[in-house]
């Protein structure tokens, strides 16, 4: 019902649009043509060929894919996601097809996205019924993985980028995206941190911004290329400089804010199956022994506690942001502990102060968010044993944080996510109070490498491409891991010149020979570094990246330990949790994470719900007040916090 009433449509009006502009630029042959006109006419005879092809792919996907959604009033999983973004892409040929720069970006785009449909077909047959992931069968796994790692991403990165994504996100998306490739030219270059790197960021940004294709290969490199240090370094610099002044424009004012640290000493807390016994919590230790924890209290009104001396005894430093004049309110019952994303590596509880100021002027909840430590200097199990301490910490001293604790929430995204779940399961293990409940936007679950229709989505995403995911995993796991170059050439540079660049725009863009269809066009230096997948039809072949992320995931134990990748803990680990409400995005790469997460639960009988929202990236708290999309996605997450603290089912809880 769903192909007839819409996929019919738009592939009738693709082959009307091609076959219009073929026929309007071909002109009598004895007529010269300019070169636009010959890129257009070249071009939009592929773009036909390949909606020819996607058809059956796209009917096939459609018939079948509502039977991996959560239930039936939950559409969302990585083939859905899959569709959705070809249709975004073909919408836009059809609408914008008289450029013939454009177009040929967007038949790059079309050739790499027939490809993963081709792969989610063949995912299609290998998996269980129902299943997102195929975990048993390994070596299948990794030649899929190999696959679309090897393919070449710069298309989605230039004249496509965020295409698929809310119209209204596509500034915010470019601006981040022309940041990180200046930025990672200058520190690329080894240049002295501060002004001089931001100088040189701001000259160079202004190439990227007027050169869509040398921003895309640029973005390729760096993302596949620089170090765990540089993405470290960015995104921690995007704490102050590059979001901030959007997001202060949303932000609200609240009377605490107060960063704490608190000491490695030993707690005791009332056992939870006999509150008249105690058991001991220790401090963090691994890696490095006892050290403090750092956390963050916020509170839009001063309650009773937040300005006593007993808690000001854990106060940094600096001068304590608190409205020491302001009348104080009674404690309130609830308590949110919340833990940041940014994927074990980077951010900190300021990066996320944007919305968690709202959170708390609309919960009217103080909120205590926790600075763990990030890899890869410190990798698991610390960022656990420091979340964990922090939540045990805020239970024994919650009269201090302007609460009784009466009900507790946990709330957290991504990397955050994955930590509310693991530390409601050690809580269980310690036998401790275990949360009344959690939310985990778009949390991750699975942290290995292995692959679902939705992961193949790192192929293309601007805020969590394969190259930083694949680093972000690694270092929380404590797995070294490299990056491999197909060349000669490209193993013996550490830097790629603007001129340099060019010459692999000018091989691709003969994108012109953009050749999916003809292999022998395809530049040397574009071919993947092994056999490659043999599953597509005959005379298609995706253009390849001369990079690639060596895949070693499967050997290294703690990828599969349940407190890293709680998709795989066993009901024992799990029985017991909290009701958990999952916020996931349509068109995120770690949706399958929350859609399997959440069968997984259900199927155990664990109370648990499932949101997906569309059009917006993995991280869209961090775009909070950006759009008014996300401000919708994050009063969603408020709902399901507020259903914890009210012991209330959450509105449409079945995920519409």
């Not at 009307?16 to 300019?34: F, K, R």
């Not at 959705?84 to 038949?107: F, G, P, T």
């Not at 193993?491 to 725009?505: A, P, R």
């Not at 029985?575 to 916020?583: I, S």
Request: glycine share 6%; net charge negative.
């Amino acid at each position: 019902m769903e192909y007839s009433m819409d996929w019919g449509l738009v592939f009738t009006s693709l082959k009307a649009v091609c076959e219009e502009n073929i026929t309007a630029l071909s002109g009598p042959h004895d007529l010269p043509q300019s070169d636009a006109s010959r890129r257009l006419v070249t071009c939009m005879s592929k773009i036909r060929d390949h909606g020819e092809a996607l058809e059956p792919l796209v009917s096939c996907l459609t018939a079948v894919y509502h039977h991996y959604d959560f239930d039936s009033d939950t559409p969302g999983n990585g083939y859905r996601t899959l569709v959705k973004v070809l249709h975004s892409c073909l919408q836009h040929i059809i609408e914008h097809n008289r450029d013939a720069s454009e177009m040929e970006a967007y038949c790059s785009a079309l050739c790499q996205l027939r490809a993963l449909l081709y792969l989610a077909q063949r995912l299609l047959s290998d998996k269980d019924y129902g299943q997102l992931y195929s975990l048993q069968d390994e070596e299948r796994n990794e030649q899929f993985v190999r696959e679309y790692t090897s393919m070449h991403k710069a298309c989605f990165y230039g004249r496509c980028l965020g295409f698929q994504f809310s119209p209204t996100l596509g500034h915010i998306l470019q601006k981040i995206v022309i940041s990180m490739v200046s930025y990672g030219k200058a520190f690329d270059k080894r240049m002295k941190s501060g002004l001089g790197m931001a100088a040189f960021s701001l000259l160079t940004s202004v190439k990227y911004v007027i050169n869509p294709e040398l921003r895309g290969a640029e973005f390729e490199r760096i993302t596949q290329n620089l170090d765990m240090k540089f993405w470290k370094t960015f995104w921690n610099f995007t704490e102050s400089e590059l979001l901030s002044g959007l997001a202060s424009l949303a932000s609200n004012t609240v009377e605490v804010n107060l960063v704490l640290t608190v000491p490695p000493e030993p707690l005791l807390l009332p056992l939870a199956s006999d509150p008249k016994l105690l058991t001991p919590v220790s401090p963090p230790v691994a890696h490095w022994g006892p050290g403090p924890v750092h956390m963050r209290l916020i509170s839009y009104e001063l309650r009773e506690g937040q300005d006593s001396e007993e808690l000001m005894v854990f106060t940094r430093t600096n001068a304590p942001q608190i409205s020491f004049g302001s009348q104080k309110r009674p404690p309130s019952p609830w308590l949110l502990v919340h833990f940041h994303g940014g994927g074990f590596v980077a951010q900190t509880s300021k990066s996320h102060e944007n919305y968690l100021k709202s959170w708390s002027k609309d919960l009217n909840v103080p909120i205590l968010s926790v600075d763990y430590s990030l890899a890869p200097e410190a990798p698991f199990p610390r960022a656990l044993e420091e979340c964990f301490y922090a939540y045990c910490w805020a239970l024994k001293n919650c009269h201090l944080l302007g609460s009784t604790a009466e009900r507790v929430c946990l709330a957290g995204d991504s990397a955050g996510g994955n930590l509310c779940i693991t530390v409601s399961m050690k809580a269980m293990a310690c036998g401790v109070r275990v949360p009344d409940g959690i939310m985990a936007a778009y949390p991750a679950t699975l942290l290995t490498t292995d692959i679902s229709p939705s992961r193949m989505l790192t192929l293309i995403d601007p805020l969590l491409p394969l190259g930083v995911l694949s680093k972000c995993l690694y270092a929380y796991a404590d797995v070294d891991a490299k990056t491999v170059e197909s060349t000669e050439e490209t193993n013996k540079q550490n830097d790629i010149e603007s001129m340099e660049v060019s010459k692999v725009l000018h091989s691709l863009s003969d994108q012109r020979s953009l050749n999916n269809e003809v292999d022998q066009n395809v530049p040397s230096s574009l071919s993947p570094d092994f056999s490659g997948y043999k599953g597509y039809p005959e005379g298609f072949k995706p253009l390849y990246s001369e990079y690639r992320t060596e895949i070693q995931m499967h050997s290294h134990p703690n990828v599969k330990n349940p407190f890293v990748s709680p998709l795989l803990a066993p009901e024992d680990l799990l029985r017991g949790l909290p009701p958990v409400h999952l916020v996931a995005s349509a068109l995120d790469a770690l949706l399958d994470d929350s859609v399997m997460f959440a069968k997984k639960l259900r199927d155990m009988g664990q109370p648990v719900t499932l949101r997906v929202v569309e059009d917006l990236p993995h991280g869209f708290l961090n775009l909070y007040g950006c759009s008014d999309e996300t401000i919708v996605a994050s009063n969603i997450c408020v709902e399901r916090i507020r259903a914890v603290f009210q012991l209330q089912s959450p509105p449409s809880s079945t995920g519409k």
